[in-house]
């Protein structure tokens, strides 16, 4: 999945697109002028995909509510912290219908949200941004699974994020490469929603780009089979995967970030730029056996069978 400048898909991308070099394309809102125009541009990138005989693209947006919004005006009206204040998942499933519908008029068929991270204090990042439904893992749980629900009855794919959790961080892991160091036991609670979503049907589960050496300490976990692992054996998601945006900092250049986290067993790596070097270095390393044939069509049948289930 990639992203790309200005409010048309420029000619090279459409190309990439249409040799099946890629299968997602994330907006941003320097992409989003009206609804209009996105409709027309995820036309053009789905025509694209049509052209190759590709599936459909996953053409994603974060639109979570609050300050995390690609479409300025759109869904959902309330925060997650509003909507938890609430007391009433429901208010979380009608937010994140109205949500799925808006964005399904514009095209865009995947939501990078909900945020699932359990927030330990006031002082965290997610907390402080108005991200999190809270700090009571079951209320995470409930609003989210409702929000997704409703997302997902729209016909727009949800993504739990940021696994395995960062609700005690301090600084946004998109500025800088973040450590986390509890017990695997203070962690687990950070897992429920996951556990909850996992069973009810969630789309896609991205893995943050913190580290958490409680389960790996040599990587962080968008890059960690063990935390693969973790979520896929423990947590029981047998979903598809995605990374958060590789060009967060990793401690390792966004190409080798890319193998790293296909080698891993993710399903899904996310850039924010075009990535034509991160695509090229790793077709090289799937050439080369650096990752393994299993794990690639472990992960194009996983992203095949999403892609089926989308409304045409």
Request: hydrophobic share 40%; charged share 15%.
């Amino acid at each position: 999945m990639v992203g790309f400048s200005g409010t048309t898909p420029p000619q090279s991308l459409r190309q990439r697109i249409q040799n099946g070099t890629v299968g997602g394309v994330i907006l941003f809102s320097a992409n989003i002028q009206s609804v209009p125009q996105t409709r027309t541009l995820a036309n053009q990138l789905q025509a694209a995909a049509r052209a190759g005989g590709n599936p459909p693209l996953l053409i994603a947006v974060d639109q979570e509510g609050g300050s995390i919004r690609r479409f300025s005006s759109a869904p959902p009206d309330l925060s997650p912290p509003q909507m938890a204040a609430s007391g009433n998942p429901s208010v979380a499933h009608k937010e994140g219908k109205k949500t799925g519908r808006a964005l399904s008029s514009a095209g865009v068929n995947v939501d990078l949200a909900p945020v699932v991270d359990v927030a330990t204090s006031p002082q965290t990042f997610i907390a402080r941004q108005g991200r999190s439904f809270g700090g009571n893992p079951d209320t995470v749980a409930s609003f989210a699974d409702q929000f997704t629900k409703g997302l997902q009855q729209a016909g727009v794919l949800a993504t739990a994020k940021h696994f395995p959790g960062v609700g005690s961080a301090a600084v946004d892991t998109d500025n800088k490469l973040e450590t986390i160091n509890a017990s695997r036991r203070d962690l687990d609670a950070a897992l429920r929603p996951y556990r909850h979503l996992a069973h009810s049907g969630v789309g896609m589960v991205m893995l943050s780009t913190a580290i958490f050496p409680a389960y790996d300490s040599s990587a962080p976990a968008a890059l960690s089979r063990p935390v693969q692992q973790l979520l896929r054996r423990d947590v029981g998601f047998q979903g598809v995967t995605i990374t958060d945006a590789l060009g967060s900092p990793t401690g390792m250049s966004t190409a080798k970030a890319g193998v790293t986290a296909a080698k891993s067993g993710v399903d899904i790596v996310l850039f924010t730029n075009d990535a034509t070097a991160e695509s090229a270095t790793l077709r090289d390393a799937a050439g080369r056996g650096d990752v393994s044939r299993k794990n690639l069509e472990s992960s194009y049948k996983r992203i095949a069978a999403l892609k089926q289930s989308l409304k045409p």
